[in-house]
C-alpha cells in the first residue's frame, strides 16, 4: 500500500488570523496567524475568551506543538499612536502572516476587514468561534499577550497589569491617576491623552 499524500487543494493551506488589545491603554496589539494540520486535529479551538486561563494556556502550548506553522507579531505602543489602533491592528496581522512557513494560500481574518497582504483573504465576523484556525490566532495571541502584561506587572506591581491586562477598568484607571503615565502607555487613548493633557 502507498503511503497516503495529504492533498490540500483545491483550498490549499489555510491560515486563520486574528489580534488581541485593541482595547487596552497600555502595551502592544498582537496579532497571530496559525495554519492548522489536517491530520493531527485539536480538541476545544475556540474564541479565547469563552476559555479560562489555564485552558487558553494548555490550548496554546498544543496549537504551537501540532499546527504546521504559527507566527506571533505585533505593532508597538508608538506605532499605535502614529497610525491609530485600527491600522496598527491591521500591520501586526500583516506581520504574521507574513511570518509564516510555508506561507498560506488563502487567509481568513476575525471581524469586518482585513489586512493588506498579496494572497487570497476574507474576514468573518465572530470567526474566532466559527473557524478553527481563527480560534487558534485568537488563544496563542492572547496568551502571548497576557504574558507580556504579567511580565510588565513584575515590573510596575502598583499598576495592576496582572489582573486587568491594560484594559481601562475603573481600578486601573484609579491607579493611572495615582502613578502617572509610562512610557508603555498609548498616548493617543483617551484617558491617557487627558492625564497628559491635565499635567500641562
Not at 494572497?119 to 502571548?144: C, L, M, R
Request: proline share 6%; net charge negative; with cysteine.
Amino acid at each position: 500500500m502507498k503511503p497516503q499524500i495529504l492533498d490540500f487543494t483545491p483550498a490549499g493551506l489555510i491560515a486563520g488570523v486574528d489580534e488581541v488589545g485593541r482595547g487596552p491603554l497600555v502595551g502592544d496589539v498582537v496579532a497571530a496567524a496559525v495554519i492548522l494540520d489536517p491530520a493531527n486535529p485539536i480538541q476545544g479551538l475556540t474564541d479565547s475568551k469563552k476559555l479560562s486561563e489555564k485552558r487558553r494556556q494548555q490550548l496554546s502550548e498544543e496549537i504551537k506543538e501540532k499546527a504546521l506553522a504559527w507566527c506571533i507579531a505585533s505593532a508597538s505602543t508608538d506605532e499605535i499612536d502614529q497610525i491609530n489602533i485600527l491600522h496598527a491592528s491591521m500591520l501586526a496581522m500583516q506581520r504574521s502572516v507574513e511570518g509564516l512557513t510555508p506561507q498560506p494560500d488563502h487567509v481568513k481574518v476575525d471581524g469586518n476587514r482585513c489586512p493588506k497582504i498579496g494572497i487570497s483573504v476574507e474576514a468573518i465576523v465572530k470567526g474566532d468561534a466559527k473557524v478553527a484556525e481563527i480560534g487558534a490566532a485568537s488563544i496563542i495571541a492572547k496568551v502571548f499577550r497576557d504574558q507580556q502584561m504579567i511580565e510588565l506587572d513584575k515590573a510596575h506591581p502598583e499598576y495592576g497589569f496582572a489582573k486587568h491586562k491594560g484594559y481601562p477598568t475603573a481600578e486601573h484607571l484609579k491607579l493611572l491617576q495615582q502613578h502617572g503615565v509610562l512610557p508603555q502607555y498609548r498616548r493617543s487613548f483617551g484617558p491617557v491623552k487627558r492625564l497628559l493633557e491635565d499635567q500641562d
